[in-house]
């Protein structure tokens, strides 16, 4: 069955296993504030993007080198009309290797669809998080932070 969420992907030569460690690592290609960790089933963190806002996240499954799910517990969002807009959302990391050394990230909002009031903002912000920050972590070692889109 189809569905609305959002989702992009993007491959890089990188072991899976190393992928998801650097996926873990959350404030180095995601630019914002960070406390707790990601890097196993049942971490909690919190991310925070300035002002009120922040997102309280469990990581609810880890498969190594697979996927990983973080669901968003509450949240936060000060600038629209639903404040709560990601609550209950989970994001999605689902990776594969193939036999040439390439691993593939497909990245899924789920709960992020285009009747959402926040998808006019959120899916350019996960465009470049995933596809040009996260991406470049993930083969040079270094993110490409931006300034919010609120």
Known sequence: MATNDFNCSTSAKISA???MKKISDVPAWWGISFTGSAEKQGDQFVVKMGGESFFNFTVTELI???RTVWLVTDCNMPWYSDKKEW???RLIFDLAENGDG???LTFTHEGLTPDVECYKDCEPGWTHW???SLFS???TGKGVFRAPTK
């Open 17 to 19: 296993a190393e992928a």
């Open 64 to 66: 190594p080198g697979k």
């Open 87 to 89: 609550a209950g959302t």
């Open 102 to 104: 390439l691993t593939a």
């Open 130 to 132: 995933i596809k040009t």
């Open 137 to 139: 972590y993930l083969t």
